[in-house]
């Protein structure tokens, strides 16, 4: 490369951008495989996640899925029904924000 100052010439412009891409590109494809790396186990935790989401729709599409055997649980033991009331109903708080927050995403960001 000529000194400060000096002009350079078409070619000479041309190679340092060649030179400038290349360098770029490599350290995009190095770029690409770190945040490969970094994201693996989050693509595997959001597979869980999404069929998280999948299952409380199913249920709130049916929600005789979930009512028929806390029926038949009531009726067949009632006193180990009550001591799980406190936590299924925790259970379908956070089913339910999630699953609302999961509409409201969708909405706004359509």
Sequence with gaps: MPAAGATMTFTQKRRALAARRELLVRRAQ????ELELTAAPLVQAMGWVERGVRLVQRVSERPWLVLAPALVLALWRPRFALRL??????LWRVARSAYHASNNRKSTSS
């Excluded at 190095?30 to 495989?33: D, E, I, M, W």
């Design 85 to 90: 009331l406190p936590a299924t109903l925790a």
């Design 30 to 33: 190095q770029q690409r495989v």
